[in-house]
């Protein structure tokens, strides 16, 4: 018998802040889609992705993700006071009304 509430869709606050930390790899392309959707729809543009720093595996997987995706403009490491290499800032373009 499978639990149900482990399918229900997690709520995440929209604060221009998401910390990757207890989603799976799998998830997280579609995750940053979905979240920056949320953004723009409430009109911030920058975005701070925490993926930590470990071995450097998920800043690569979240850094591809971004080069794909149509709704960023740029992106960047953390500076010492926004989470250093354990952190991407990204700028997301404006949202079109299409």
């Not at 971004?66 to 960047?76: N, W």
Request: net charge negative; proline share 4%.
């Amino acid at each position: 018998m499978s639990d149900s509430a482990d399918d229900a869709p997690v709520r995440i606050p929209i604060t221009g802040e998401l910390d990757l930390h207890t989603f799976r790899p799998a998830e997280i392309a579609s995750l940053l889609e979905d979240y920056f959707a949320e953004c723009q729809r409430a009109g911030l543009r920058e975005v701070r992705v925490i993926h930590g720093k470990g071995t450097g595996t998920l800043r690569e997987t979240v850094h591809a993700c971004l080069r794909r995706m149509p709704t960023v403009a740029a992106f960047q490491l953390g500076n010492e006071t926004s989470g250093s290499w354990g952190a991407t800032l990204v700028t997301l373009r404006e949202r079109t009304n299409a």
